[in-house]
């Protein structure tokens, strides 16, 4: 394939958007990494990719920055990351089409995806100048104790395709005015929209002038590029984002050196409808939470419970939504839903619709959609009746199905909601306050993020993000997430003339 000697829209707008950003020609056009768009299924890069020993000399180079950079106070490391949301703000527009492009997310997805972006920077700026640690009352007179947070070392960003941008900006801005440095592998399926975001934070760089050289990086390649992040012993910490079973590879590698670990895998979320439910709003809920972004997001709505005596009022306006809901090319239509990533993720999708109509399930939607690009896979948005919580339910499949299932006993429709393997995002809708309140407490939902009339998607950075079991526990954002970028010393203080051993232990020496 010679790329840049074929002409097309998709590749001519990506390419112009990369060189608006000031993205060197030859690391998007010279190289054996094929990008593609899922909106038309064509190739949009050749990217120059590092190999494991590229890689190395990358967390290197990261190790000697953060010599320097966890040194440099706090509020100014939280300029930095000003100037990075400023030229994010700038970016905006560009940043947002290149991820429709490269993503294949509708013009409001791509833009609120950068939206986030900006949002944690505006955040992290806020928190250079709050991290704080506790003075803790001693047990021994003339002492002081207390807790002092310190840079951790070199962060490891692995992020998947769905999120290309935002994953890595929650963990960079945090990572950097924490004072650690940054080295990011992306998706194999995203690499243009890092090189872009890594050429945004380098005009913020510039203007910020004396941070020091390689302190946060992008390395393109394979497998092996993140293998070495999980391996190298100067990367104190890999922060996640992708499948259950690559989580269960990274994480006893990592704990294997005791390096931390920010997991954020699977998540097969699921919401229910109750009595008293304001159907018009769990109607528009549920119809973003299960068909928005395609289905691919980790907060995507996959499992709907609904009580009985509301079933045959909503699930009948849910199937017409399903049936009207406009699927086309994001870029240039005002489609709703976009293309899947690729051929594995429509394949996916089938075969969980086999398997589904197999357990008796009865499927509307989920037919492929033509759009006169073969390589291209767009769908309509499944929505499945299940007579029972079983089979392909138990599965995440990152595609847009909906297992809609009818309940009767809340007690039992919370062990169901609770009966799958991830943990990560869930919703009721309510207006009863006990049955609300009970999804929230230590015996509702076992999710990380548990709502109430909200879908399951779409959080706001301000929360922490992440969720329990197979979802791998680890979070990100906003709340107190940036503690897992810092390490805790606590400090005893003697100012006394004494030496009084703690717990009353005495320890005369002649
Ligand atoms: C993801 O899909 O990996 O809550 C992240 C949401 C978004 C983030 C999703 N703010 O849906």
Redesign the pocket.
């Known amino acids: 394939m010679n790329i840049s000697a074929k002409s097309s829209s998709v590749l001519d707008e990506a390419h112009a958007i990369l060189d608006r950003l000031g993205v060197d020609k030859s690391a998007y056009t010279d190289g054996s990494m094929v990008s593609f768009s899922p909106i038309t299924g064509e190739k949009i890069g050749k990217l120059k990719t590092v190999n494991a020993k590229g890689a190395a000399a990358a967390i290197e180079e990261a190790h000697a920055a953060l010599q320097t950079w966890r040194l440099t106070p706090a509020p100014k490391r939280g300029e930095l990351v000003r100037l990075l949301g400023e030229e994010l703000r700038a970016a905006k527009a560009d940043l947002g089409r290149l991820v429709s492009i490269e993503a294949g997310k509708i013009p409001s997805e791509g833009l609120g995806e950068v939206q ?1 972006m900006i949002d944690i920077c505006d955040y992290a700026v806020g928190l250079s100048r709050q991290l704080y640690g506790l003075t803790i009352a001693t047990e021994r007179p003339g002492h002081r104790m207390m807790e002092t947070w310190h840079p951790l070392g070199v962060v490891g960003i692995i992020s ?1 395709f ?2 290309p941008v ?2 890595w900006s929650w963990n960079a801005a945090l990572a950097l005015v924490c004072g650690n440095s940054v080295v990011w592998k992306p998706s194999e399926k995203t690499p243009l929209t890092a090189l872009a975001s890594q050429a945004i934070l380098e005009r913020a760089l510039k203007r910020f002038g004396d941070a020091p050289a390689g302190l946060s990086q992008v390395i393109i390649g394979g497998r092996e590029i993140g293998e070495a992040l999980v391996d190298h012993e100067n990367v104190a910490l890999v922060s996640a ?1 992708g499948s259950t079973r690559m989580g269960r590879e990274v994480g006893p590698r990592l704990a294997k050196r005791f390096a931390r670990s920010i997991l ?1 895998l699977g ?1 097969n979320n699921g919401g229910i409808v109750c009595p008293s439910a304001d159907l018009d709003m769990a109607l528009r809920a549920i119809a973003f939470g299960a068909m928005g ?1 395609a289905g ?5 709505l996959r499992r709907l419970f609904v009580h009985e005596s509301v079933y045959e009022e909503l699930v009948p306006r849910l199937k017409r939504a399903y049936a009207s809901v406009s699927v086309g090319n994001p870029l240039d239509s005002a489609a709703l839903v976009g293309p899947l990533v690729d051929k594995a993720a429509y394949d996916g999708m089938q075969k969980a619709l086999g398997e589904a109509r197999a357990h008796g399930g009865s499927v509307h939607g989920g037919d492929r959609v033509n759009l006169g690009h073969p390589d291209a896979y767009y769908v309509k948005p499944a929505l499945v009746e299940m007579p029972k919580h079983e089979g392909p339910v138990f599965e995440e499949t990152f595609a847009p199905i909906l297992y809609v299932m009818k309940y009767s006993d809340f007690d039992a429709v919370i062990a169901d909601h609770n009966a799958v393997g991830a943990g990560l ?1 869930s919703s009721i809708f309510t207006l009863d306050m006990r049955e609300a309140e009970r999804f929230l407490a230590a015996d509702g939902s076992d999710c990380g ?1 548990a709502n109430v009339n909200i879908g399951t ?5 301000g929360g922490a ?1 992440g969720g329990e079991k197979e979802t791998g526990g680890g979070r990100e954002s906003g709340s107190d997430a940036w503690r897992a970028y810092m390490r805790r010393a606590t400090n005893t203080i003697n100012y006394s003339k004494a030496l009084p051993l703690a717990q009353g232990v005495s320890f005369d020496i002649a």
């Open positions: 986030e998947a769905n999120f935002a994953v984002t954020e998540g972004t691919q997001r980790c907060t995507t995002s993020i998607s779409g959080a706001e950075i993000f």
